[in-house]
């Protein structure tokens, strides 16, 4: 009884949430902003110093790239001064259309331009993740800075946990396989009688094998706290990777065509913040609305 009461439970929550909440953005709306980051120990360009003029010559690459491929990346030294030089790069969700990849790059562009005069910066939306510095940042894993969200408590007696922990984990496998392209994977699993988790790992194809798994499984630890508190919404992203797993929504799209990937070249939901030292983690929990829904449910 107690099973069916807590299946019941998350069906109606997903189902409201379904409804109240916008579904994700399309290629025609902008794209979902996550996490905006000047560097503080860069230092700061100038406008129209060499610079500043490689930077918008790297941006006018990668959007035009964008078109093309969902993952690129360019160094830009019209000067020879390594004083100078921009390295820049830019990665779309692998599930999305090129149409959407261009159009979140060319908004991401625009905000760092906008908001940031420092020699290093990054953007995440749900979309694509675009940054740039005047140091080496292909090919390294980066974990900081990191958007970490975890919404939606609901209690289950940690049966969410024991599905997120064993699914995800053969989404890095698969990831990481050897017939693996572009380090992407989706899973869909059934959670309860009459919902699913749908889940997403991805990492930035400059990584070699090993540095995408390695960048995973230190997102897993982060995913399985959301998890382990019965959070039915979890988001982690890193310079290097991304993972996800919704129960709510089912969030990727696998019925467009496979964008291709280069190494060469709706909103959430508002809530308080809890900040940490180098990102950003969202929580918010429905336990009381959960208990008196409960109670009354039981007293039927």
Sequence with gaps: MAWQI???????????????TPTYASSQEDPVFLLRNCGLTSG????NSPYHSNLLDAFSNLTSLSSFNAFSKVTVDADEDDTSKV?????CRNDLTLRTCHNCIQTATEKLLQECTTKEAIVMYEECMLRYANRQI?????????????EIS????GELNRIVETTIKGLIDEATSENSSGYF???EKTYFEYQKVYSLVQCTPDLSKEQCKECLVDALNHTLDCANASLMISYHHVPSCQMRYDVVRHFFNLSTSTVS????????ISSPQLKTGHGVQRLISIQNFVIVFFIVFCLM
């Design 6 to 20: 807590i299946s019941s439970l998350i069906l109606l929550f997903s189902t409201t949430l379904s409804l109240v």
């Design 44 to 47: 700061n360009y100038t406008e």
């Design 87 to 91: 390295y820049a790069l830019y990665d």
């Design 138 to 150: 292909f090919a390294e894993v980066e974990l900081k800075p990191f958007y970490n969200d975890c």
């Design 154 to 157: 609901i209690p289950d007696g």
């Design 185 to 187: 994977a989706t899973r």
């Design 261 to 268: 990937v280069s190494p060469m070249a709706s909103p959430p």
